[in-house]
């Protein structure tokens, strides 16, 4: 077994297995430690800056691989005419760069503020740091090797298609240019941290509050109580 | 009908002498962990003052309760989709600095500190950061500083009094101000548990106790900005909100809850209401002075047969509403009318009353001698030295008329017990007063009563919560709790292993 075959045939399968393992084994055993742990009651102003930016910035670029990712075709039919992919791509360029200023924004106020020091564990550095890498990862190869949205979806698309598949084919990934290797690998670094990390939070988006009603009413004797 | 019980309480504001032992009750009980140390889930405030957090009333800057919006209400801060914009970043959050950056002092520098000329002394340090800090603020920072031109000056309250009555409520030497208790108020309609986006705090249904499931909470902060009165706080270490619980654990073994337990004063009553749920929405999105009125209307007559059907039908035991005949707060709330909520124009429908002082002048000093002024009775609470315009912008959402009727009660009480006990009244103008303020003299002897001499029984009156049907409901088999321990089930049973 190569080298090559190790880090994209076999390493994303562990993070998957650790990932949805651990997961699920701290959702059923510890629910209480499921949480943003925002510390804007500690720090306002910075975080402002730095958190906007970062999740609206990598929220949309996150949409927009996994449009990629499930519809590849619509982004090649898309891109054929080469003004809707210069669109496309300064779009992406944009969210890209709006994430890495929110990610160092965030960054550095986590190192300088004593306040947030305090509420900070190592974990949450490992975190930033691998997140940096990524973003940094994504952001130059967006500089460097254009029209990445296009050949996102011809090599890495049925890359990923493949490990889902359980037939990993390697080949379309290891000749990769380096920058876009360490994106596609610390992608899944980022997914065997997951369950280790606050980034769980993203797991429970309170999306069904836009349609719950505003209050809530609980009857012990009305009906079960189970964790909700 | 949708009838529901709703433990309610009553502060009788005459009474508080500012003692904030119920605030050190609660928080030895509740607020003594790391996170914590800045929460008081009972606070005692002085009025004219800024409170805490700093001018949590201003609802300009903390953007919290509900708005009326066309036929209905939102909220002012965070409905729905703007809520969920403003996630990553909420614009009108308080933060630490808002309530104070909590503290210790470096004790040990005392003994450690290497001898020298001068005398060691303890340095102030933060209970968050442990670094040295300069104390600005804490939990109670303008007590008795009425008259304060940083602190009084600023109370929100003030907004639409004149400048003579301003000057009056400050004048030098007649300086007023009284004591304000405050813990969560338990909404019926509550602004918290509407802004959660994870769905973590809820009302229960038997005694209408607003809690916050914290396995639940995801440290979305919106229940902070929500509360129009600030009493939902965010622990900084857990990253999970926290507020009142009304000491449940107490209650439901007949306790009545901490802060209450050791009020010095003795200002607080407690007791359930039976009220209908139906009419929550439509009565908080009335106009702003019908509120009091319709909030008033809304809690039921447990004697009337027809409410006691529906509040059976709807699973209500008839110990509870046994126990809501007693309610010291049905009686000064609905049955004499004399407890107001607090801002009612946040059209939470706060479940927690109280009683306007009664701060008139109503004697003078003359060579040494007290005189009370027996004829200007009525009219000196137009020369009242808290203005009645403030007492209304607390109580009534502004509506001057309510707090009126409610302190010429407070009055002819007193007239009536001084004529009765002193004899230096004239019986026309108890009479006169009487009438006026529509009270028997038995009614008179009753408010009396429950006001000045109730016992702890009278004063707590806590309804059964059965949380015997409640354990044998939660799963059928009641023993299946039987071996576990702790609160919250955070702890599992010893079981047998595989």
């Not at chain 1, 996150?62 to 499930?70: D, E, M, P, Q, S």
């Not at chain 1, 974990?123 to 254009?146: E, S």
């Not at chain 2, 809690?211 to 902070?224: E, M, T």
């Not at chain 2, 609470?381 to 315009?389: H, I, S, T, W």
Request: glycine content about 6%.
């Amino acid at each position: 077994m190569t080298v090559d075959q190790l880090l994209y045939g076999v390493f994303p399968y562990v993070c998957i297995v650790v990932a949805i393992v651990a997961t699920l084994y701290r959702y059923l055993t510890d629910r209480f430690s499921y949480s943003s742990l925002s510390s804007q009651f500690l720090e306002n102003r910075q975080l402002f800056w730095g958190s906007v930016a970062w999740h609206y910035g990598i929220l949309g670029v996150l949409t927009a691989h996994l449009v990629g990712f499930l519809i590849p075709q619509s982004i090649l039919w898309w891109n054929m005419e080469p003004v809707r992919l210069y669109i496309l791509e300064t779009t992406g360029f944009v969210l890209g760069l709006l994430a890495l200023v929110g990610l160092l924004v965030l960054i550095y106020r986590r190192l300088t503020n004593s306040r947030i020091r305090v509420v900070t564990s190592p974990m949450d550095v490992t975190l930033l740091v691998v997140l940096l890498i990524q973003v940094v990862a994504g952001v130059g190869t967006a500089i460097f090797y254009r029209w990445g949205s296009s050949w996102y979806s011809a090599f890495a698309v049925p890359y990923l298609w493949s490990i889902l598949a359980f037939k990993p084919d390697v080949t379309l990934v290891n000749n990769l240019p380096f920058v876009v290797q360490v994106h596609i690998l610390n992608a899944f670094v980022l997914v065997l941290i997951l369950p280790f990390t606050r980034l769980v939070h993203f797991l429970s988006v309170p999306i069904k509050y836009i349609w719950r009603p505003h209050q809530i009413v609980r009857w012990n004797r009305r009906s079960p109580i189970i964790g909700a | 009908m949708d009838v529901r019980a709703q433990v309610s309480m009553m502060f009788h504001l005459d009474k508080c002498i500012g003692c904030h032992t119920c605030s050190v009750a609660c928080k030895n009980i509740w607020t003594d962990r790391q996170g914590t140390e800045y929460m008081w889930w009972n606070n005692v405030e002085t009025k004219p003052g800024t409170g805490y957090p700093t001018k949590w009333e201003d609802q300009e800057k903390y953007k919290g309760g509900w708005e009326p919006k066309e036929q209905t209400i939102k909220l002012r801060a965070t409905d729905k989709f703007r809520g969920l914009a403003n996630i990553f970043h909420q614009p009108h959050l308080p933060t630490i600095d808002d309530y104070y950056e909590p503290w210790t002092y470096k004790y040990s520098d005392l003994f450690d500190a290497p001898a020298g000329d001068d005398q060691p002394t303890a340095r102030p340090i933060s209970l968050i950061t442990g670094e040295n800090m300069d104390i600005n603020a804490g939990p109670n920072w303008d007590d008795d500083l009425s008259g304060s031109t940083v602190y009084a000056n600023n109370d929100p309250n003030l907004e639409n009094l004149s400048d003579g009555e301003k000057q009056a409520l400050f004048e030098i030497e007649r300086l007023v101000f009284f004591y304000l208790p405050r813990i969560c108020n338990h909404c019926l309609n509550p602004a918290c548990v509407a802004s959660c986006p994870s769905g973590a705090l809820y009302k229960r249904g038997e005694d209408g106790i607003v809690l916050l499931d914290q396995n639940v909470c995801r440290a979305w902060r919106f229940c902070v900005s929500a509360c129009p009165y600030k009493k939902t706080y965010f622990n900084w270490k857990t990253g999970k909100s926290e507020k009142c619980i009304l000491c449940f654990p107490r209650l439901e073994t007949g306790q009545p809850p901490a802060c209450f337990h050791s009020c010095v004063g003795r200002i607080r009553y407690l007791g359930v209401v039976l009220y209908d749920a139906d009419k929550i929405e439509e009565y908080a999105s009335a106009p702003k002075e019908d509120l009091v009125r319709l909030q008033r209307e809304m809690i039921l007559d447990p004697s009337d047969p027809e409410v006691i059907k529906q509040a059976e039908k709807n699973g209500v035991h008839f110990s509870v509403i046994e126990s809501a005949k007693k309610s010291p707060v049905y009686k000064f709330v609905k049955e004499w009318g004399m407890a107001l909520p607090l801002h009612p124009e946040y059209r939470t429908l706060p479940m927690l009353f109280y009683i306007p002082p009664l701060l008139p002048v109503l004697g003078h000093v003359e060579n040494g001698v007290y005189n009370v002024d027996a004829e200007g009775y009525f009219g000196s609470l137009d020369k009242a030295r808290v203005p009645m315009q403030y007492l209304a912008n607390l109580f009534t959402a502004g509506n001057e008329e309510q707090v009126r009727t409610v302190l010429e009660k407070l009055l002819a009480v007193r007239m009536y017990k001084r004529s009765e006990q002193v004899d230096d009244i004239k019986p026309s103008l108890v009479e006169d007063m009487l009438k006026k303020t529509g009270l028997t003299p038995e009614t008179c002897e009753e408010i009396y009563r429950l006001t000045s001499l109730p016992t702890f029984d009278e004063r707590f009156v806590i309804p059964p919560m059965h949380r015997e049907y409640a354990a044998e409901l939660m799963a059928g088999d009641p023993y299946l709790f039987k071996a576990e321990a702790g609160v919250g089930g955070f702890k599992d049973r010893p079981d047998r292993g595989l």
